[in-house]
């Protein structure tokens, strides 16, 4: 039989590619086949449920389990606070991971992960087993650490989850008055995306210059300085943003008032008209599960060669969770890679091997300072075998040496072509 | 051959024909690296260039190109820094390799 006539029996084209070959393998339930189930359907764990089944050439089965119905993307919702995107630009379907990778993709939240037995709760299904885990859960709030603050998100939004919050702190803005005054608190590192609050400010200060040009952005900084490409964005707050934002290093927040949106610092006290408070942060909360030790109360430690848990065999976290290697961002990118390095060790591992011995990562994140012009900081890191780490590769990796219109065409694109790397 | 058993043996065999070797094992890795901005998947026109599906020696000089600072660039110059030519070769390599869906299409 030759190639033609057997795809031909199975009802497909010769020209079929390989992939819809790997959706058709999957809707047929084969015994004895490895079986990972994947949780979190963010730039980790999407990525990692399509590279499992890539890698794999569809001999490992997997699972997606994401509690929301569509992604929506942390990266680029900036643009939305200044009317430069909208939500729906940022959300995109799990379909081409069903159709096209034969990814089995549950609606559901994980109750509970029993490692022991090697199975998941769900709230709404019912529980599934698996030969291993990969846990992609973001992060949560540590809502406690800022008096006044739990409860109140409606009045404070965070909106460093994409999403409603986006659109509510979206609405926030536009509905601010003239010469109003809208604060935003960065929590002390390490945080989800290291430049994030930086280029919120410059995102908002360009939409109030050209909309309310007498309000004022305050940027209050739990940190001693700007955390992510410095001289980039003080270039920004000193330059077009020079009458509109006042950066205030060392701001930590001890408490907040709802009702006059008022925040009270350790050596000051500001009232706001807008008031966007970035929580600390912690791994998710389902990593509690898995009863280890997290480093200061917050990220859980993984070995480098296979992105497993310390002491957890079978269980891989990846993405903002995990306790950052040095010089590692949690940026959505680097989720990306960890993904990458999850999927070609657990394949590796199912087929008797040892992963790849040197894996090395690359972080690429651009930021927006206005509607055009955009920057980047990249940094390239590899194993290292000495250390049991990852470490940035001395001499690569660099930032912008201004901000460009040729970058703010790369940014774009980079948003759709990741889109595409984890989701077409 | 029923469609049932012949689904089976197409699964088994696109299995054992992508059993990587631990060499093309890493260089699938390093390609890897490149794909969130070069998607194969990514959608046309695109400020990226594409890359998958080019000849090996071509995308090797012009990696080559960035590292001696003779092509332009905004952050190639930068990454590729992070790679030996050993490496490099590699990554052209599985990329030339490497099909490209917007090709297979037209």
């Known amino acids: 039989m030759n190639r033609r006539r057997f795809l031909r029996s199975l009802g497909l084209a010769a020209t079929t590619p390989a992939s819809a070959i790997l959706a058709a393998c999957s809707s047929a339930p084969r015994r004895g086949a490895a079986h990972v189930v994947v949780v979190g359907g963010g730039y980790g764990g999407a990525t990692t449920a399509k590279y499992l089944r890539m890698w794999s050439a569809?001999?490992?089965?997997?699972?997606?389990?994401?509690?929301?119905?569509?992604?929506?993307?942390?990266?680029?919702?900036?643009?939305?606070?200044?009317?430069?995107?909208?939500?729906?630009?940022?959300?995109?379907?799990y379909d081409r991971l069903r159709t096209r990778w034969g990814v089995r993709v549950i609606n559901d939240e994980v109750a509970h992960i029993d490692v022991a037995r090697r199975k998941l709760r769900l709230a709404r299904n019912d529980g599934i087993g698996f030969d291993r885990v990969v846990l992609a859960p973001g992060v949560d709030f540590l809502t406690?650490?800022?008096?006044?603050?739990?409860?109140?998100?409606?009045?404070?939004?965070?909106?460093?989850?994409?999403?409603?919050?986006?659109?509510?702190?979206?609405?926030?803005?536009?509905?601010?008055?003239?010469?109003?005054?809208?604060?935003?608190?960065?929590?002390?590192?390490?945080?989800?995306?290291?430049p994030g609050p930086y280029e919120r400010a410059c995102l908002v200060a360009h939409y109030l210059r050209a909309r309310k040009p007498r309000a004022k952005l305050l940027l209050l900084d739990a940190n001693s300085e700007i955390q992510s490409k410095r001289a980039l964005f003080a270039a920004a707050f000193a330059g077009p943003y020079k009458d509109i934002i006042e950066y205030r290093p060392d701001s930590t927040l001890l408490s907040v008032d709802a009702q006059t949106l008022s925040a009270e610092l350790e050596f000051d006290r500001v009232r706001a008209d807008?008031?966007?408070?970035?929580?600390?942060?912690?791994?998710?909360?389902?990593?509690?599960?898995?009863?280890?030790?997290?480093?200061?109360?917050?990220?859980?430690?993984?070995d480098w060669r296979t992105m497993e848990v310390r002491d957890r065999p079978g269980v891989h976290l990846i993405g903002d969770a995990v306790l950052a290697a040095p010089g590692m961002p949690k940026s959505g990118h680097i989720a990306n890679q960890q993904a990458?390095?999850?999927?070609?060790?657990?394949?590796?591992?199912?087929?008797?091997?040892?992963?790849?011995?040197?894996?090395?990562?690359?972080?690429t994140c651009y930021s927006f300072v206005d509607d055009r012009n955009a920057i980047h900081v990249a940094t390239v890191h590899r194993y290292d075998a000495a250390e049991g780490t990852v470490l940035p590769v001395?001499?690569?990796?660099?930032?912008?040496?201004?901000?460009s219109e040729e970058e703010g065409h790369y940014a774009a694109a980079w948003a759709r072509n990741i889109r595409a790397d984890m989701l077409a | 051959m029923?469609?049932?058993?012949?689904?089976?043996?197409?699964?088994?065999?696109?299995?054992?024909?992508?059993?990587?070797?631990?060499?093309?094992?890493?260089?699938?890795?390093?390609?890897a690296n490149c794909t969130p901005c070069h998607s194969?998947?990514?959608?046309?026109?695109?400020?990226?260039?594409?890359?998958?599906?080019?000849?090996?020696?071509?995308?090797?000089?012009?990696?080559?190109?960035?590292?001696?600072?003779?092509?332009?660039?905004?952050?190639?110059?930068?990454?590729?820094?992070?790679?030996?030519?050993?490496?490099?070769?590699?990554?052209?390599t599985h990329l030339a390799a490497s099909p490209d869906p917007a090709f297979d299409q037209r």
């Open chain 1, 58 to 93: 569809g001999r490992i089965d997997v699972t997606l389990v994401e509690r929301e119905a569509r992604f929506v993307s942390c990266p680029m919702s900036n643009l939305v606070l200044a009317g430069l995107r909208t939500l729906d630009d940022l959300t995109a379907s």
């Open chain 2, 2 to 31: 029923t469609g049932k058993s012949t689904l089976a043996a197409l699964c088994l065999l696109a299995g054992t024909t992508h059993a990587a070797a631990p060499a093309a094992m890493h260089a699938r890795n390093l390609a």
């Open chain 1, 144 to 194: 406690e650490q800022v008096a006044g603050l739990a409860g109140n998100f409606e009045r404070i939004p965070h909106a460093w989850k994409a999403g409603p919050q986006t659109e509510l702190l979206r609405r926030r803005i536009e509905a601010m008055p003239e010469g109003g005054v809208f604060a935003l608190h960065v929590p002390k590192s390490p945080y989800r995306c290291p």
């Open chain 1, 274 to 302: 807008v008031l966007n408070v970035i929580p600390p942060m912690r791994a998710g909360r389902l990593v509690d599960s898995l009863d280890v030790p997290l480093t200061n109360g917050r990220w859980a430690d993984v």
């Open chain 1, 394 to 403: 001395a001499g690569a990796g660099g930032l912008s040496s201004t901000a």
């Open chain 1, 340 to 363: 990458k390095l999850a999927a070609a060790a657990i394949v590796e591992l199912f087929d008797g091997r040892s992963p790849d011995p040197v894996p090395t990562l690359l972080n």
């Open chain 2, 40 to 92: 194969p998947d990514a959608p046309a026109p695109n400020a990226i260039p594409r890359i998958a599906s080019l000849p090996a020696d071509r995308i090797l000089q012009r990696l080559q190109a960035f590292r001696s600072g003779n092509a332009p660039a905004t952050v190639m110059h930068q990454i590729v820094r992070g790679y030996s030519d050993e490496q490099l070769a590699l990554i052209a």
